[in-house]
């Protein structure tokens, strides 16, 4: 399976910042996906970072708040933009192996003050 | 998934017994099912999945089954270790689309 990494591993920030959070992979992947589980919840799907094109938002979520870059196979970037206490969770990246299952990063914990 | 907040529900066992870990979902069209383990400061860890077309999969110590008559998605785990405690969630997803939907999870604590 693929060996996922992200930066930073967890970060404190003041409202009204951004954060670009970093996801590598270790291999050659077409799909990567971007995920925030807030406290205590489950996963909701923020977007899918193809590379070569624009990436796809979930409803309830949109490109000027979270900016999403693809520059190549193993890598892409996501970015909380204008941030807000509400803003607090855990942001996971994860990638469709050459089967279906998806593998997930170790995820960043933001908390914003 | 439907949200709990911070109160996931949560299941306790003895260590050796067998856990069952229960799941509802509610998109019919969907054909492709995977359970995950996520502990405390981790991603979550593909565990074991299983697709529409059959009814049960067995991995190692861990069996998945599939009643989509009732949409109903169960995880049983075998002689449960203290190494299994963790927050267990299932996803589903349709097709190709690749996008999981996640369950809202449990919470199993395995007693010593």
């Known amino acids: 399976s693929a060996v996922i990494s992200q930066k930073p591993s967890r970060d404190i920030c003041q409202r009204g910042t951004s954060l670009t959070i970093q996801c590598q992979v270790d291999s050659q992947v077409t799909m990567m996906f971007w995920y925030r589980q807030q406290p205590g919840q489950s996963l909701t799907l923020i977007a899918t970072a193809n590379q070569g094109s624009e990436a796809t938002y979930e409803s309830g979520f949109v490109i000027d708040k979270f900016p999403i870059s693809r520059p190549n196979l193993t890598f892409s970037t996501l970015t909380v933009s204008n941030m807000s206490p509400e803003d607090s969770s855990i942001y996971l990246c994860?990638?469709?192996?050459?089967?279906?299952?998806?593998?997930f990063g170790p995820g960043t914990r933001l908390t914003v003050l | 998934g439907e949200s709990v907040g911070l109160h996931l529900p949560t299941l306790s066992v003895q260590e050796g017994d067998n856990s069952i870990i229960n799941c509802a979902y509610s998109n019919s069209a969907s054909d492709y099912f995977i359970w995950y383990k996520q502990e405390s400061g981790k991603g979550p860890q593909f565990i074991i999945d299983i697709r529409s077309n059959m009814d049960k999969r067995q991995g190692q110590r861990v069996t998945v089954l599939l009643n989509k008559t009732v949409k109903h998605l169960s995880l049983q785990i075998a002689a449960t270790q203290p190494g299994d405690s963790a927050v267990y969630f299932c996803?589903?997803?349709?097709?190709?689309?690749?996008?999981?939907?996640f369950g809202t999870g449990t919470r199993l604590q395995v007693m010593l």
């Open positions: 996803a589903e997803t349709t097709g190709t689309a690749s996008k999981l939907t």
């Open positions: 994860s990638v469709e192996d050459t089967g279906d299952e998806q593998f």
